[in-house]
């Protein structure tokens, strides 16, 4: 693995241990060039995903990018993390098991709606906004108003 502090190629490492939800292994390496300490993540990959994006370009199916996009709905709500990387995998997991080796953005886009639908209402209409591109306040009411409170689960 190589270093991201000074680039060399060897690291050492140090402990491995599950991730909270088992789907991935955490590593704690240290490079034997300068000594700096890393975190790596190790997950298991069915298949070579692309995504389709409008335009028909393609892009292979980037985890983190789908990671970070609901990390933005859900910002500042009370989500236990792990439910948050839970629905990701789960998305990744569904893609990974279709058999399909290509995803329209639109379909990934239905499944994050749905997952969130029933975790939290608010990063729910806060996804649905970018996703579904509201361009003025009343598609904020209008959409709001076809939601129904999601009941807090234990976290």
Known sequence: MRCPFCG???SQVKDSRPTEDGAAIRRRRQCEGCGARFTTFERI???ELFVLKSEDR???FDREKLLRSIAIATRKRPIDPVRVE???SGIQRQLETSGEGEVSSKRIGEMVMEGLKGLDSVAYIRFASVY????EARDFEAFAGTVEEVA???E
């Open 8 to 10: 060399h190629e060897d």
């Open 45 to 47: 990959q069915l298949r």
């Open 58 to 60: 393609r892009e292979p």
């Open 86 to 88: 839970k629905l990701v």
């Open 132 to 135: 579904r591109e509201f361009g």
């Open 152 to 154: 807090p689960r234990g």
